[in-house]
């Protein structure tokens, strides 16, 4: 069975400023990893996902994400973050055999920018 | 492209009454999937579909019934309303080999 662990509920941030949203999976068998953005009282966007191959993983947005198995983590980072990034992040993983399977879900990190 | 479209937005039921959540999506996606959004708790799934008349328990089924008589379609039914059904509902919709598309959710107050 997998599962997902975001490590912050709450990231509050100076708009500008960088900002780094960890994500922690475990999983038995190979997966693949999502990052979604959730803006208010609307539904999941796909931000990016690792499938294989290179382990920086670019986005929307100026998002990026990179996959570390030795340590299975997923973080997501953003050099420098706007109001408009004010959202719920989450992280999910699939197992691996195909991309459309059913997900698990990380509880969420709530990204609060600031001016 | 409408995508996966979810009705209604909102509902307040009372305890014991039923309804029926609608979901379809355009996309013509074989795989389709119900959610529940609890704060704090992140997105946890209810039933999923891999392709019209075939339909399979998620993570938390209680409570909570679906059909898939078609490939657009993938209603979700409450059966005997209960408080701790209040939540936010959302669909999605994907190919095998694909991400899936989310709907913008029902969100579902029962009193």
């Known amino acids: 069975a997998q599962s997902v662990t975001q490590l912050d509920s709450q990231v509050p941030v100076f708009e500008e400023a960088p900002v780094e949203l960890r994500c922690n999976y475990s999983s038995s068998v190979s997966v693949y990893l999502f990052w979604y953005v959730q803006y208010p009282n609307q539904g999941l966007q796909l931000l990016l996902k690792y499938l294989s191959g290179s382990t920086l993983v670019k986005g929307i947005n100026g998002f990026e994400a990179e996959f570390n198995k030795s340590q299975t983590s997923f973080h997501l980072r953003k050099p420098s973050v706007h109001i408009s990034d004010t959202a719920e992040y989450f992280c999910a993983v699939t197992a691996g055999d195909n991309q459309g399977g059913k997900l698990i879900f990380g509880q969420g990190t709530e990204l609060s920018v600031k001016p | 492209n409408a995508g996966v479209t979810q009705t209604p937005k909102f509902r307040i039921l009372k305890i014991g009454q039923s309804m029926t959540l609608q979901c379809t999506q355009d996309m013509n996606h074989n795989y389709m999937y119900w959610y529940r959004q609890d704060p704090g708790m992140g997105l946890k799934l209810i039933y999923y579909?891999?392709?019209?008349?075939?339909?399979d328990k998620g993570e938390v089924p209680n409570g909570y019934n679906v059909s898939r008589s078609t490939t657009e379609d993938f209603p979700l039914r409450l059966e005997l309303a209960a408080p701790s059904q209040t939540s936010v509902y959302f669909c999605?919709?994907?190919?095998?080999?694909?991400?899936?598309?989310f709907g913008d959710g029902t969100r579902l107050s029962i009193l």
């Open positions: 579909s891999v392709g019209a008349g075939i339909t």
């Open positions: 999605a919709s994907s190919y095998v080999d694909q991400p899936q598309h």
